[in-house]
């Protein structure tokens, strides 16, 4: 039986790192493991990308900042994904194609229709069972980062308006695909945030 696929979507400083792990817990204590990963990473090409696109003494164009995003999540799908997934295995990944549609996109202003075209081709066409979407304030994800006291990257260091076109496509990507998408309120306290993402991943556990 194929694997599931969850990802894990929204703003820097929505919590998607802390749901993670906890998500990959309880859903372990249900007794169903899964594969923590995330992008850009999870496989040695794919990091030495991150490294890279998030090193903020580079000057990266915004269509080269989509293709080494794409080439990172191209080497992740070969080398693990998809091998993984038809093995059976239940993956977590935090951030996948969504986030290169909300942030270049959207934030920079490429274009959905074209991000989305590119990123088709990088990942052969898979597409997540469940996407959990950490809907936050721009302003209140930044007060977040902030407060962790660790440097901002590249991409941390822009400006509010470009925080905001990405809240919006994110927005968008989840009223285009309800199917998939679970939006969550990350301004909840986190037990309330885990609980949510718990049912809606509980749900996969009872699909066939």
Do not use: C
């Not at 703003?11 to 802390?18: E, I, Q, R, V, W």
């Not at 295995?89 to 270049?104: N, T």
């Not at 989840?174 to 945030?193: E, L, N």
């Amino acid at each position: 039986m194929r694997g599931r696929l969850i990802t894990v979507e929204g703003l820097d400083g929505a919590g998607k790192t802390t749901l993670v792990a906890a998500l990959a817990d309880a859903l372990a204590a249900r007794g169903q493991p899964v594969r923590v990963l995330r992008e850009p990473g999870g496989v040695a090409l794919a990091e030495r990308l991150r490294a890279v696109v998030a090193d903020p003494a580079l000057r990266v164009d915004s269509r080269a900042e989509a293709l080494i995003y794409a080439a990172a999540r191209a080497q992740l799908v070969t080398e693990v994904l998809n091998p993984a997934l038809a093995a059976g295995e239940w993956l977590l990944l935090d951030r996948f194609v969504d986030s290169s549609l909300a942030y270049q996109g959207g934030g920079r202003g490429l274009g959905v229709p074209e991000i989305a075209a590119l990123n088709e081709f990088a990942t052969q066409g898979l597409e997540p069972d469940l996407t959990l979407l950490l809907r936050v304030d721009p302003a209140t994800g930044r007060a977040r980062l902030e407060g962790r006291g660790a440097d901002a990257d590249r991409l941390e260091r822009e400006a509010d308006a470009f925080f905001g076109a990405v809240a919006a496509a994110y927005d968008a990507l989840a009223g285009d695909h309800p199917g998939r998408y679970v939006v969550i309120d990350a301004s909840a306290p986190p037990d309330a945030v885990l609980a949510d993402a718990v049912a809606a991943a509980g749900r996969l556990l009872q699909s066939p």
